[in-house]
Structures are given as C-alpha cells and as structure tokens.
C-alpha cells in the first residue's frame, strides 16, 4: 500500500512538469502505444502467472514462472522477428522515424511487462509485500526520471521511459527472486507438466485479460481514432 501510495504522489508531482515539457499529440501518440503493450503483454505468457499462486508444491509455482518466462521470451522473439520483417519491407519515406523507434521498442516493452508481472504474482505468493512495494517505487521512478530527462525526444522520451521502468522493476523482483528459484525446475519436462495441468488459463484467462485490457483502453483509441492524437493527449493528461 505505502509503496503504491507513494508512486502515485510522484506521478501527481510530476504530471504538471510533464504537461509542459511534452504536446498533446505526444501523449496521444505514447499512450496509445502503451495500451497496445500492456494488451499484446497480457497474452504473450499465457497467464499462466494467474495460476503461480496455487501449486501447494513450491517446485510447481518455480516452474510456472520459467514457463511464462520463456513464452514470453518466445513471443517477444517473434515480434521482433516481424518487426525486423516489417521495417525491411516499409517504404522509407511513409515512417517518422520516432515510429521507427517504437516498432524496435515494442517487443522488448512487451518482454519487461510480461517479466514484471510474473515476477510479481511470484512475490505476492510469497507473501512478500515490502519487495513488490519497493518494486513498485522503483519503477515510478525510474519512468518519471527517463521521461524528465528525455523530454527532447517528444514521444519516445513517454515510451523509453515507461520501458526503463518496467524493466527495472522486473529486474528488481527477478533479483529478490533469484534465491528462491531453483534451474532444476525450469527443465522441459516440468514446463510442459506444468503447462498441460493449468491449460485452462491460456484457454480462457487469455481472451478474458485481452478484452478486459481493451476495455480499460478502450477511451484512448476512441479518442485518437475519432478525434485524433492531440484529443486523446488531452485526455489522457485529464484523467
């Protein structure tokens, strides 16, 4: 709670500096792409990170976490794969090139997302609150200081921002995380055990989560499909 509580004041503090360093078009633009990530996010580890806090075993809860893990690798590798693809086949002159920017972003976004939210469903299962409060500090932090600082990048100084500090926090809880983990457990054999007994979170958690995080989203790209970038900046710096 302090740890929540206290990433919330600093955005507070922060938000009128940001409104002056960044334009509208440039929060549009970032939000937009940061709903995009937190979307593709949910999917790409097959929420299996749901199902981390059940195993009575704790060998079973280290293998849920490789497995999401190296989905999540797994996908991001091919996002990179067709974000490499893409690029190649673009015409050169139809991209701004902070687009550019944010297609090579975007999978390793996608990666720092998923590995925080892994590393702190393991956390929580764990009971260890104080580490996914100071995680959550850290990331607040980290994003408003790269945002800061990199506000002559325009929109992405947002998205480097939010991406250092969900890295961060992942890197964080995977640090705090490391002692408890044992690489016995991440052999194929219990992934896949693991994988085929919790089937049910990739069959239904899945398009659950997707819609759910469309729907939480859904305000920024009706803003910026109807009205356009700026309008959705503005509302994203309202609300």
């Not at 690029?87 to 090579?104: H, N, P, R």
């Amino acid at each position: 709670m302090a740890g929540t509580s206290g990433a919330q004041a600093l955005t507070l503090l922060a938000a009128p500096i940001l409104a002056r360093l960044y334009s509208p078009d440039a929060f549009g633009l970032a939000s937009t792409y940061i709903a995009i990530v937190t979307i593709v996010a949910v999917a790409v580890s097959g929420r299996y990170e749901l199902a981390i806090a059940l195993p009575r075993s704790e060998k079973r809860a280290r293998s849920l976490v490789g497995l999401c893990m190296l989905l999540s690798t797994i996908c991001s590798a091919v996002l990179l794969s067709a974000a490499g693809v893409y690029q190649f086949l673009s015409v050169e002159s139809s991209q701004a090139g902070y687009v550019k920017l944010l297609i090579w972003l975007f999978p390793a976004s996608v990666l720092a997302v998923a590995t925080y939210n892994t590393m702190n469903y393991y956390q929580a299962r764990g009971q260890n609150f104080s580490v996914m409060a100071k995680s959550t500090m850290l990331q607040t932090t980290l994003n408003l200081m790269v945002q800061l600082i990199s506000s002559v990048l325009g929109t992405i100084g947002i998205a480097l921002g939010q991406f250092i500090g969900q890295l961060s926090g992942g890197i964080f809880l995977s640090y705090k995380s490391s002692g408890l983990l044992n690489r016995n457990d991440f052999r194929l054999a219990r992934l896949l055990n693991v994988a085929k007994h919790y089937k049910k979170f990739p069959m239904y958690s899945v398009p659950e989560g997707i819609f759910y995080s469309l729907g939480t989203h859904m305000a920024i790209f009706a803003f910026t499909g109807l009205y356009g970038l700026s309008a959705a900046g503005q509302y994203v710096l309202a609300h």
